[in-house]
């Protein structure tokens, strides 16, 4: 080494960060059996956490307004079996094998261009609904604070790196003790909600949208045109296989923890999801009974604010507490979309 050589700062700094094994988590493709210590509950917890995001609501709403409730709900129905049957498959040997998508898509015998395909088309997924979730998140912004929708992506997007910097570690611990506050300020508005004179179950039911008379039976082109939108969440399944394969090995003794632990935090995503496609679809129908205009009903932030606004007297400590629960939604999701979607570039 050359004597009296001056060392740069920026290269000290990223010195440090080589040497910070904090950073690694095995990011990459495979992951190592001495890299999977975390329990089977938190793990499950960690992907579960990644349901939150409120772009489900808005695709519910979304396609109840336009196609009309009965051709919705069998739509839904119709994506819980295609999500359940692909992706149990899919979550299994990711868990067993410890491994991403990438690295599926080779073992599947799609070789070195076809799991660079899938890497590809699951990194596009990512990304479109990270603009999808942080654009949410800038509607709930802007309600609070008034900022501009274009000042409101860039805080909505920037605010989400520190927190995967140090990959599965810090994710996950966001993701557990941001659970228990996720989960009571999405059920105390619901109370409220569905008691209110207009959350009639019923008028719902037969609640026909833009679709007019054609929505008021099973009508195969408005079913297709549903499916068509929510089939894009098939790819969501690769966002748990990303934190999946650092379920631990399974054991010899109590398999059946590690087998619900998969199936929860795997393919079970759906479950919840449908459960909140079905809400947003309700709270796009409830909000337009409100008086909220139709290209605003589905909107996230738009309907936890009305649904917030029935469970607090002052206005504004509604739009306060409804925004702060759309930010904590958003962050729960883009964590994950940020994480997946970087790894799958690489």
């Not at 695709?59 to 109840?64: E, L, R």
Request: neutral net charge; proline residues 3%.
């Amino acid at each position: 080494m050359q004597k009296g050589q001056k060392i740069l700062s920026t290269r000290r700094t990223y010195n440090k960060l080589v040497a910070n094994e904090m950073m690694e988590d095995f990011a990459l493709r495979f992951t190592a059996k001495r890299a999977r210590i975390w329990s089977l509950n938190r793990i499950a917890v960690t992907a579960l956490g990644i349901v939150s995001f409120l772009v489900l609501e808005a695709i519910g709403g979304a396609i109840t307004l336009n196609f009309g409730f009965e051709n919705s709900a069998w739509a839904i129905l119709a994506l819980i079996f295609v999500v359940f049957l692909t992706g149990l498959p899919i979550s299994y040997y990711a868990a067993k094998y410890g491994v991403d998508i990438d690295l599926l898509s080779r073992g599947a015998g799609f070789g070195y261009i076809g799991s660079t395909i899938a890497s590809l088309v699951y990194a596009s997924f990512t990304f479109i609904f990270f603009a999808l979730e942080a654009a949410i998140m800038s509607m709930a912004l802007q309600l609070l604070f008034g900022l501009p929708l274009a000042i409101g992506y860039i805080i909505s997007a920037l605010v989400v790196i520190p927190l995967v910097t140090h990959g599965i570690a810090y994710i996950s611990r966001f993701q557990v003790w941001s659970q228990p506050v996720w989960i009571i300020l999405q059920v105390i508005p619901l109370y409220f909600v569905f008691s209110h004179p207009d959350g009639q179950l019923s008028a719902w039911y037969e609640f026909t949208g833009n679709a007019g008379e054609q929505g008021q039976s099973f009508n195969l082109l408005l079913f297709g045109a549903a499916s068509a939108v929510l089939l894009s969440l098939v790819a969501q399944i690769g966002e748990q296989v990303d934190i999946l394969r650092f379920l631990p090995e399974k054991p010899k003794e109590k398999q059946w923890l590690w087998w619900f632990a998969l199936i929860s935090a795997g393919p079970s995503w759906i479950i919840f999801g449908a459960l909140k496609l079905f809400l947003g679809s309700f709270l796009a129908y409830f909000a337009l009974t409100q008086g909220v205009a139709p290209d605003l009903a589905d909107d996230p932030a738009h309907m936890y604010n009305l649904a917030f606004s029935l469970a607090f007297d002052n206005p504004q400590l509604s739009v306060i507490v409804a925004c702060c629960f759309v930010v904590i939604s958003q962050l729960k999701i883009n964590v994950a979309n940020a994480y997946a979607g970087s790894l799958a570039l690489v």
